[in-house]
């Protein structure tokens, strides 16, 4: 099944045409990473696909069929690129922030969270390895620690969908493959389907089912990811 | 470039001596024999301790405008902001509130206190708004910076959910500003204190009406004491906010 389409999208901003006829299809329960150099347009992509840049053409489809609407906004999960978190708030306040659309808004705005969600965040804080942190403000945290709350607050949120902008950018590879690890078995658990943007070939072919390669606004290869041997890949990226 | 800077500080230097010319300013007739100068100067130094007891109530009614007003100004400098930031409200209300804080900020408080003391009379009151209203524009204009030049990634995530402007502002405007704004409260309370200190020169309450009355009277001893008193509540408030403000960072 289709989770997710675009099809031709472009982009011009300030007369420089930064994405050129892209079209992608993501099927559900798939990983896809998004890669290439820097300034590529990876970035760009995502924040077209997520509503927050209006594409000057292109059609982007969700679910089988609709554009971007409310809706379909609560399912779909986004770690940005510096991962958004608020550094006054603690960590439990930063993660909460995912339940933000399944509670009633007084609620939210009262910061009165209901039992329910405060258990799912607790578990997520077990899960995640955070809750001795719980109470911690974000600005104290490490760069692991802070990628970890990132992604307890889009698990928080239910999402069917997550688009996750260079998510272990800061960490060594023994870090990175854990925030993976722990993502891909929340994604089996939860039946969640992602698409990523990495840089490094190794995280990209190792917890990816496509890869796509961007170059200068163009989507240049698909590679399935077990088809290919390391080389290869960084051989594309680097061209 | 050298040579360009080299212009700029000589044209600089015409100006202010040209200006002087202009105006007829001669730093000299201060200590000109003709003028008052060394009189006055001897009479203040004369310092009068009989009115201590007034002093006292009167620097206790200046503290006491000070905080009110700068705290009423204060809380309505946020809502203000709020809706002032191009990155929280929508085109037309951020044009109007930025106006309506622009301009509040324009206004120096000694001219507020004359105009309000013609509305609610002589007193502390006249004071407090004049305070209130200058501070809605000092800490309006500081805040909706403050506001716009947050990280707007915290923003798209929210965005990205559909979020509310209300739930923008309650879990990321307000906390992510909160360390600035403690800061700004404290740096307003010992601001408003030097600036009510003058305000009842105008009739408008506090220190400066006791400073008025005596000075008119040629009471200059008198007088002297009231000035020393700003002079004393002036550093202590800067001193106590700035040891507030360095402990709240770190
Ligand atoms: N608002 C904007 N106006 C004009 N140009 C922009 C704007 N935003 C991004 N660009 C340009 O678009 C291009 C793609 O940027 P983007 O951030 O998408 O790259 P990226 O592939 O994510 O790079 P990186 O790997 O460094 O994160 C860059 O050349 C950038 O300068
Ligand atoms: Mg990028």
């Known amino acids: ?27 559900k329960g798939n990983a896809i990473t998004i890669m290439g150099p820097n300034g590529a347009g ?60 399944r509670v009633p808004r007084w609620r939210s705005i009262l910061g009165l969270y209901p039992n329910d969600i405060i258990d799912e965040a607790n578990e997520l804080l077990d899960v995640l390895k955070l809750s001795h942190l719980k ?25 069917l969908l997550i688009l996750a902008d260079e998510m272990t950018a800061s960490l060594d590879l023994k870090a990175s493959r854990e925030i993976m690890d722990i993502l891909m078995e929340m994604k089996d658990k939860m039946n969640l389907t992602l698409i990523m943007i990495h840089h490094n070939p190794d995280i990209a072919k190792m917890y990816s089912d496509t890869i796509f390669i961007m170059v200068d606004g163009r989507l240049e290869k698909v590679i399935e990811a077990n088809a290919i041997d390391r080389d290869e890949l960084v051989r594309l990226y680097e061209r | ?21 202009h105006l007829g300013f001669n730093p000299l007739s201060l200590i000109d024999d003709s003028n008052n100068g060394y009189i006055i ?65 324009s206004i120096p408080p000694l001219l507020y206190a004359i105009l309000l003391v013609a509305i609610v009379g002589l007193g502390p009151t006249a004071g407090i708004l004049a305070i209130a209203l200058f501070v809605v524009g000092l800490s ?30 309650k879990y990321v405007t307000l906390p992510e500003a909160s360390p600035y704004m403690s800061n700004q409260y404290l740096f307003l309370l010992s601001y408003s204190v030097r600036e009510s200190a003058i305000l009842g020169l105008v009739g408008a309450g506090g220190i400066g009406f006791y400073i008025m009355q005596y000075l008119e009277s040629l009471n200059y001893g008198k007088a002297a004491l009231f000035i020393l008193a700003i002079l004393i509540i002036t550093i202590g408030m800067d001193y106590l906010s700035s040891k507030l403000r360095n402990k709240m960072v770190h």
Not at chain 1, 52 to 67: A, S, V
Not at chain 2, 79 to 89: D, E, I, T, V
């Open chain 1, 1 to 27: 099944m289709i989770i997710f389409k675009a099809e031709n999208l472009c982009l011009n901003l300030n007369g420089k045409d930064i994405l050129k006829n892209v079209s992608l299809t993501v099927e």
């Open chain 1, 42 to 101: 990876k970035t760009t992509l995502m924040r077209v696909i997520l509503g927050i840049l209006k594409p000057t053409t292109g059609k982007l489809y969700f679910f089988g069929g609709n554009g971007l609407n409310k809706e379909i906004k609560k399912v779909i999960g986004y770690i940005p690129q510096n991962l958004g978190l608020v550094n006054e708030l603690n960590v439990m306040n930063n993660i909460l922030i995912g339940a933000l659309r």
């Open chain 1, 135 to 159: 109470n911690s403000k974000v600005k104290n945290l490490s760069g692991g620690e802070k990628q970890r709350v990132a992604i307890a607050r889009v698990l928080l949120q239910k999402p």
């Open chain 2, 1 to 21: 470039m050298k040579d360009r800077l080299r212009y700029v500080w000589l044209s600089l230097i015409l100006i202010i001596i040209g200006s002087s010319i």
């Open chain 2, 41 to 105: 100067m001897q009479e203040l130094l004369a310092i009068d301790f009989s009115v201590a007891d007034k002093v006292f109530y009167a620097v206790i009614e200046t503290l006491e405008m000070a905080t009110i007003g700068s705290s009423i100004g204060f809380a309505l400098s946020i809502p203000a902001a709020l809706l002032a930031a191009r990155n929280l409200s929508p085109f037309f209300i951020s044009i109007i509130f930025r106006s309506i804080v622009s301009i509040l900020w």
């Open chain 2, 140 to 169: 309006g204009k500081y805040l909706y910076e403050i506001y716009e030049s947050q990280n707007p990634s915290a923003y798209d995530v929210m965005n990205v959910m559909g979020s509310t402007r209300l739930q923008k502002v």
